[in-house]
């Protein structure tokens, strides 16, 4: 009862921030809120003055009133933006909008936490140190320093009390996501409750700076052959849960496209270069930067890019990866059929839907947009026709893939504002092709197939001992004939695999 009446209390808190910047309005858009609580909420904050030169765009609207309501509505914003599902796509393309920048907390607190988290004073591990932040979000802020051997680093130190701070708030919507799928038919499909729980694993996540940190240096080595491109290197020795230290970039944002032209840097070739990255990251190692807004992103003089900030990541399986070149290839060739044969080969639209109809959904996507200047043709945006789309064959929704379409729209924005005639089906082609060659072509297949081969034979005998096992306590009297079949399938499994190896050789 006690909690009840608190996380009352903090809906209140809510609809208040949302009144005062008109968002209250937006929540009638998401299908997961009762019908009736807009007007409730609206009723109950009648006499609160909203602001004035508010956006129209209701989405614009709320990304402004959760900027506002600190950290963890900043969380939940940029976490929705990926969800259309949920929220419907005009609130998430508007939720895209918000920016992750709170005013910097005190020098004090900074130091407290660095001493605390790496042990002595801040001296003993800096022999200089920047009171002032270059940067502050909505979990860390970061300073510049100079370690006591002399290499200059950027140190990102977690908010004070921000854990207990998103604890709370994460109650909040936990309690009201299960209202939500207790008494809304559609958000049983939704699934609201697991979205929360979702979304707090990745907040305590990104609230460990050693996750981060490994996150960094992960990417660093998938992308150690890529030239004109790199990852600052970690500092473990002064990096802990709540701080976090690597090597300092020095250059230019790419959201500064004025100071690029007057450094005499090529923003075509910079625009193709990161979208390429971004592909590759995406397609070839399924480990990509999915924060990628023109401030994590730093030219240097030497024309080089760096990437910063690694606190959301995305992770695509080898399966997932296949489905995206396939389909976008599939665009690509406008071979609508493939593409709908693929999703119903991945398994994520139900083999009770019509291939054909499918196919004719697909066609009534790309069609109108495939005819236009190639400049003009947002994969980000095809992508996101497309998962909206498949919802009406009762497409279950894959975050996964989601998160990259975001986290695609971003790159082409970037590249976009360097070169606004970017050709991205042009840039995109090689990798794409490149993929499929290395990953489905018939060597490919029977080189993965190699790969497995000698941990498949290693479980095989325990397979076999699990079903005799099984086989005897339901039909005792055919064991002999089970054995002797799965003794001639294990030899012939294994000669075959010989004979694909002498092949090859």
Do not use: C
Request: aromatic share 6%.
């Amino acid at each position: 009862m006690i909690a009840s009446l608190r996380h009352l209390f903090r809906l209140y808190g809510l609809a208040v921030g949302l009144r005062r910047y008109g968002a209250l309005r937006a929540l009638a858009q998401i299908e997961t809120v009762p019908p009736a609580a807009p007007g409730l909420l609206r009723a109950l904050t009648f006499f609160i003055p909203r602001r004035r030169g508010l956006p129209d765009a209701a989405g614009e609207r709320l990304a402004l009133a959760l900027a506002a309501m600190g950290p963890t509505y900043i969380k939940i914003g940029q976490t929705l933006a990926t969800r259309p599902d949920l929220v419907g796509r005009p609130l998430a393309e508007g939720l895209a909008t918000l920016q992750d920048s709170l005013p910097p907390f005190p020098f004090k607190a900074a130091r407290a936490t660095i001493e605390a988290e790496l042990g002595g004073k801040l001296e003993d591990h800096f022999s200089a140190f920047e009171e002032t932040p270059v940067a502050a979000a909505s979990i860390a802020q970061v300073h510049k320093a100079i370690t006591k051997d002399g290499r200059t680093v950027a140190v990102k130190v977690l908010r004070p009390g921000i854990e207990a701070r998103f604890s709370k708030d994460l109650a909040l919507f936990s309690w009201l996501a299960g209202i939500a799928e207790a008494n809304v038919p559609k958000a049983t499909r939704l699934r609201p409750v697991a979205v929360v729980a979702k979304l707090k694993e990745t907040v305590l996540r990104e609230m460990d700076l050693r996750l981060e940190a490994s996150a960094a240096a992960e990417l660093a080595d998938n992308m150690a052959g890529e030239d004109g491109y790199r990852v600052p290197q970690i500092d473990w020795d002064r990096t802990s849960r709540s701080v976090m230290t690597q090597e300092w970039a020095d250059g230019i944002r790419l959201g500064d496209r004025d100071a690029l032209v007057a450094a005499g840097h090529d923003l075509e070739a910079l625009s193709a270069r990161i979208a390429q990255i971004f592909l590759r990251q995406a397609m070839h190692d399924g480990y990509f930067h999915a924060d990628l807004h023109q401030g994590n992103l730093i030219v240097e003089p030497h024309g080089g890019i760096v990437a910063v900030d690694f606190g959301i990541m995305g992770r695509l399986s080898k399966h997932d990866r296949r489905f995206l070149a396939e389909i976008l290839y599939g665009f690509i060739a406008r071979d609508y059929r493939r593409v709908a044969e693929v999703h119903f080969d991945a398994g994520y639209v139900p083999a009770n839907q019509s291939v054909e109809e499918f196919t004719q959904a697909l066609r009534a996507i790309a069609d109108p947009i495939m005819d236009l200047p190639v400049e003009k043709i947002s994969a980000g945006k095809l992508l996101a026709q497309l998962f909206a789309t498949t919802e009406r064959f009762s497409m279950q929704t894959q975050p996964q893939l989601l998160l990259l379409q975001r986290s695609m729209v971003m790159a082409e924005g970037i590249a976009m504002h360097l070169n606004p005639q970017v050709n991205m089906w042009q840039v995109s082609k090689p990798v794409l092709e490149g993929w499929m060659r290395d990953n489905l072509s018939p060597e490919a297949r029977i080189a993965d197939f190699l790969k497995s081969l000698p941990r498949l034979m290693e479980r095989l005998p325990d397979r076999i001992d699990r079903l005799l096992a099984e086989k005897q306590a339901t039909a005792p009297t055919v064991i002999v004939k089970h054995e002797s079949r799965l003794g001639a399938f294990a030899l012939g499994l294994l000669a075959g695999a010989i004979l694909l190896k002498l092949l090859l050789l």
